[in-house]
């Protein structure tokens, strides 16, 4: 059965800190990897891996994937407080069950001014 | 549209009545999926819908749960004799391609 766990499930943290959130995924038919910001109730998107090694960026953030080891981490440098939301990870299993998205249980990350 | 829309953003019934909650995709977006979110919980996958082809019901958790998508485009999920464990967050998602969903704001549910 394909799975994404994500670790930890919540993390606190201060104003400045850096912070790397884990995703593992089994996932069959394994397409990409996608990340996204939920705030309130809409997840927004942040990035889509397919290719191992190679590190997305976007301002503060930036995210690698591991095809090898079968896993993903985000990173976020000098945390803010608007950084405050719930981050998820989903793998695609392209052709699969699930509209081909396998979400994780997402990391709530709460960062302390 | 710029975007999903989802309405009611908020909707409270009592236990036993019957609800409907309606997706907007992004136009010619040709997959709609509906999620389901309780508090502090993930997203758990309900159904989906990819152009003419018959829907993905795999993740509905009763019979009391069903969903169509009109014309290809407006989607309706409907929830018979509501139950308290129905209350959760229902998101919609709409994508042109696999990878990228985009996500409407949601309808919170309240049952009662």
């Known amino acids: 059965e394909d799975k994404v766990v994500q670790s930890p499930l919540s993390l606190v943290v201060h104003e400045g800190d850096t912070v790397t959130l884990n995703c593992s995924y089994e996932?069959?038919?394994?397409?990409?990897l996608l990340w996204y910001k939920q705030e309130k109730k809409a997840p927004t998107f942040l990035f889509m891996l397919?290719?191992?090694?190679i590190e997305k960026k976007s301002g503060r953030l930036s995210s690698i994937l591991d095809k090898k080891e079968l896993f993903s981490i985000l990173n976020i440098t000098a945390t803010q407080t608007g950084d405050s939301a719930v981050y998820l990870c989903?793998?695609?299993?392209?052709?699969?069950?699930?509209?081909?998205?396998?979400f994780g249980k997402g990391t709530k990350l709460s960062v302390k001014p | 549209g710029a975007g999903v829309s989802q309405s009611p953003s908020n909707k409270v019934t009592e236990k036993g009545k019957d609800v409907e909650l309606r997706c907007d995709p992004i136009?010619?977006?040709?997959?709609l999926y509906w999620y389901r979110q309780s508090l502090g919980q993930g997203l758990e996958f309900l159904i989906y819908?990819?152009?003419?082809?018959?829907?993905?019901k795999s993740g509905l958790p009763s019979d009391r749960f069903s969903a169509e998508r009109t014309g290809g485009s407006v989607s309706t999920l409907t929830i018979q004799r509501t139950q308290q464990e129905d209350s959760a967050v229902y998101l919609c998602?709409?994508?042109?391609?696999?990878?990228?969903?985009?996500f409407g704001p949601g309808t919170r549910l309240t049952v009662l």
């Open positions: 819908f990819q152009g003419n082809s018959a829907p993905d």
């Open positions: 136009s010619g977006h040709t997959a």
């Open positions: 996932v069959t038919n394994f397409r990409s």
């Open positions: 998602a709409s994508s042109s391609h696999v990878d990228t969903q985009y």
């Open positions: 397919t290719s191992s090694g």
């Open positions: 989903a793998g695609v299993n392209y052709g699969g069950s699930q509209g081909n998205l396998i």
